[in-house]
């Protein structure tokens, strides 16, 4: 009898070497009821990297793919092969769900993990000259961008922040986000008095990861817990829109996930939460991605065992970018947090390019039965739609006393790094950076070959491609 490999090929693609970034050859195996990546480079060797611990789950990533929605224009030629001509190159399958715009380098922080690698030494500021072209970069690109988020460092310690905001609102973006460690809005409550001024259509996207000293230091060098506790009073008062921002690494804070959802439930302000495993980029002291790594799949099971809220079907694929992004979200009523993501079949998500309304079918919405319509017949009455939120979700119809304050989500942003890296994948990112030279470069890519000094590599990896 001829002997058996140990694992099942499943596919082919094409990755990186982590030790040197050139691109290797990697099988997708399936073995023990996990999926991973198998490269070599003829350099460093093989590498082994688990990219999921449910193949069913990946499996069923693929019947959540959705046809490609393109920007308006392209920035870079295809010249050198994807992921060396960021961006966004012609090759590129997805436009920018949401884009961030780093106003500064500097911060009021310097946490151990931090893919920008940011810290209170770092004294760059963009002028508002620079911000506008990048915002006007995206608005180039996307005509009505979805979500732009304003992100550093810091932002909220530049000193025109308001100017910056202001000068945002003024174009046409259906949705403004601030990424901030909330330490100026805990110990400023005029700040966060001004902050919510600009409601509606600005939501501020929190670092909140962990409610035990000891994660809170490994993560961010600093006990943060009564600034997070300060941050989230103001913000309840003002109802000023908040994501919480969960950063995750195995062993560490991953057993807070339950515990996190059910807190974020009970926040005026807190319409959802974000889990995003540590990428391997940019400054990451204390971590070994061979064993702190988390992939989607292990956080999604975290949420469905320890929520007490979200069931197996409620956590699903993301169609624009299924294999690094999932969703679930609800509906929170009269002391009641009822799920709808389990409403959505597939297979018309798919048939309705993504945009599906559903009837909610609840004897808190009044019984009413479910029904499915196209997106032009119906549009969502609350103040903000799902769409503007993440754009290739489906649209939620419910009745008119339902307003965006009555919408919870949690999401899992899982971002590729030269580990897990899949050509096939980061082609669909929709999470993407702007570039101080107005490229518009997926989150992904941008980590490992663009941010500061790393180009300077690629072009080595560039030209020996072109020998």
Known sequence: MMPNRPYLFHDLTLSICSTCLEKVEAKVIFENGRVYLLKTCMKHGREKVL???DIEYYKKCRDFTKPSEMPLVWNTPIKYGCPYDCGLCPDHEQHSCLTL?????????QCPIC???SSPHRKSWRSLEQIE???DAVVRNEGTPDIVQISGGEPTIHPQFFEILDLAKRKPIRHLMINTNGIRIARDKEFARRLAAYMP?????L???SFEQEALLEL???DLRNIREQ???HLNELNLSTTLVVTLKKGLNDHEIGKIIQYALKQRAVRGVTFQPIQAAGRTEQFDPATDRLTLSEVRRGIIEQSELFAAEDIIPVPCHSDCLAMGYALKLGGRTVPLTRLIDPQVLLESGGNTIVYEQDEVLRGKVFELFSLNQTPLTSGFKLRELLCCLPFVKVPEHIGYDNIFRVIIMQFLDPYNFDVRSVKKSCVHIVHPDLRIIPFDTYNIFYRDGKEERLQEIRSKALR
């Open 201 to 205: 259509g600005i939501e501020l996207y």
């Open 115 to 117: 893919y920008a690698e």
């Open 51 to 53: 990219i999921s611990d």
């Open 231 to 233: 941050a989230i009073a």
């Open 101 to 109: 715009v780093e106003v500064t380098d500097q911060c009021n922080l």
């Open 220 to 222: 961010r060098g600093q």
């Open 133 to 135: 072209a990048m915002l």
């Open 207 to 209: 670092q909140f990861d």
